[in-house]
């Protein structure tokens, strides 16, 4: 099966918000629930979706995002990034840090 423009746009934005989710090592059931119902309203084969968070859970290296593909809709994947952030109720410094690093990195200004 051959994924639409749309989906491969949504599988990315996965990726990057399990890479901002793990930042700290840890998965908060908040950000699990952020990250799968993202999935699922954006129709994220759910094989798809399973097999990336499994790999979160095992802690294996997750796979990098496509910066290409993300930074077609800069505004979603930022979008997106701050619902995950503020998922347990605050926007904490290190979050605001990363967040504008990924500005950055969808701007082209940051490898």
Known sequence: MTLSTEDRFNI???KLLLQVAWVDRELTQAE??????LGRSWNVPEGE??????????????????????????DDVLEAT????????KLAEGEKALLERITARLSGSTP
């Open 12 to 14: 990315e934005v996965i």
């Open 32 to 37: 699990r629930l952020v990250i799968l119902g």
């Open 49 to 74: 979706l399973h097999t990336l968070m499994d790999k979160l859970k095992a802690g294996g290296t997750m796979p990098e995002p496509d910066l290409e593909v993300l930074r077609t809709r800069p």
């Open 82 to 89: 701050r619902a995950l952030c503020v998922s347990d109720g």
